[in-house]
């Protein structure tokens, strides 16, 4: 099962406009993570945010996760055709006895054009 | 350093058939894990093995089985294919298996299409 959803499912651009992507999970989580897909390829690592953090920022990457609402942010700045991708949210969970898997999300597929 | 490799890229099999894909981790990484991504969707965890132990596994039939070697690389092995088979495996390791504390290095996939 998916324990995150992303919003909104597509986003479409223009380059240099900001990109705004949006995450809810449904348990309690140890970190939130962000990856990116290019097209049928393997993931990559975005940034990872911990429990007990609110916001982090990475380049031109600023993530925000409010565990009240259960739900996190990731903003892309100034937004480039080269950031076209899937964007996925993941968390770690804890549960008994397994750490060692995370739970993405359904995706954000983000366009930007140029 | 070479990053997560997997093999085959691509492979075409017909329903009952069965597949092996491969996986090698980043040097250094004892933890493999396995995800199956469906067109459209996020992965979905299959397994993950730490020091060739089992230590997770998700919902998945008992068709699919994996394995670490000594030198941490790790097959994935799913019987008697069927049409809703057909998806991205998707290998990851990382250099603890507690994804309370780390991330996950992927490879690029291996595309199974069944027939």
């Known amino acids: 099962s998916q324990q995150g959803e992303e919003d909104p499912q597509a986003l479409s651009i223009q380059e240099g406009e900001n990109a705004t992507m949006n995450c809810s999970y449904k348990?309690?989580?140890?970190?939130l993570q962000w990856y990116r897909q290019n097209s049928g390829r393997g993931l990559v690592h975005l940034i990872l945010i911990r429990s007990n953090e609110r916001e982090k920022h990475s380049g031109r990457l600023r993530v925000t996760l409010d565990t009240s609402k259960k739900s996190s942010s990731l903003l892309i700045t100034a937004s480039r055709a080269a950031d076209t991708a899937s964007y996925f949210c993941?968390?770690?969970?804890?549960?008994?006895?397994?750490?060692?898997?995370?739970?993405f999300g359904k995706g954000t597929k983000l366009s930007v054009k140029p | 350093d070479a990053g997560v490799t997997q093999s085959p890229t691509h492979l075409i099999k017909t329903r009952g058939q069965q597949v092996t894909l491969r996986c090698s981790p980043i040097s250094g990484h004892k933890s493999v894990s396995w995800y199956q991504q469906v067109l459209g969707q996020g992965p979905q965890f299959i397994f993950q093995y730490y020091e060739k132990e089992e230590r997770g596994r998700g919902n998945f039939p008992d068709r699919f089985s994996a394995r670490q070697f000594p030198n941490y690389s790790s097959e994935l092995n799913v019987n008697a294919l069927l049409l809703g088979d057909s998806a991205l495996y998707l290998c990851?390791?990382?250099?603890?298996?507690?994804?309370?504390?780390?991330?996950?290095?992927f490879g690029e996939g291996s595309r199974l299409t069944v027939l």
């Open positions: 348990t309690s989580i140890n970190n």
């Open positions: 993941a968390t770690a969970v804890n549960y008994g006895g397994s750490q060692g898997n995370l739970i």
């Open positions: 990851a390791s990382s250099i603890n298996p507690f994804m309370v504390t780390g991330e996950l290095f």
